[in-house]
């Protein structure tokens, strides 16, 4: 029997380390056991848990309000980020935001230099924007 007999045969290395990550919130939110006493439910059974905070209305809003930039700004910013996220030209806003927030969730350290920039000013970056996903990226 290999090992990818539980896993499907479509699933690849990033689907498999998400799985993984939720495996270990899971383990770390429980009770510390002896691991022979750990059943774990197959994730059917497993209720989704998830916690916007008070902050999920204002920061709803604010996704909104991003989506009202336009590509130019939204490129000027990838670009003086220095962040490795393309942009096509037949892209649409929307597609780029996708892009950026996919590279953040995935580059946690980018997201503490974001933070930490917005507080200064950019010469090309809107710095309503530049606040803007810093909001978002605090918790």
């Not at 290999?2 to 495996?23: F, V």
């Not at 309000?65 to 700004?73: F, G, I, T, V, W």
């Not at 780029?96 to 995935?106: A, Q, V, Y």
Request: glycine letters at 4%.
């Amino acid at each position: 029997m290999s090992w990818q007999s539980g896993l499907g045969s479509t699933m690849k290395t990033h689907d498999l380390a998400r799985a993984l990550n939720t495996l270990a919130r899971s383990l770390r939110e429980g009770a510390n056991a002896e691991l022979a006493a750990v059943t774990i439910q197959p994730v059917a059974d497993i209720p989704p848990t998830l916690s916007l905070g008070a902050n999920a209305p204002a920061a709803l809003a604010l996704l909104v309000r991003l989506a009202a930039y336009s590509k130019d700004e939204w490129r000027s910013l990838i670009n003086e980020l220095e962040l490795d996220v393309p942009v096509k030209a037949t892209d649409s806003v929307r597609d780029i935001i996708g892009r950026l927030f996919k590279h953040l969730n995935d580059h946690k350290d980018i997201q503490q230099k974001l933070i930490e920039r917005a507080s200064k000013p950019q010469a090309n970056v809107s710095p309503e924007l530049m606040k803007a996903l810093s909001i978002l990226m605090s918790k």
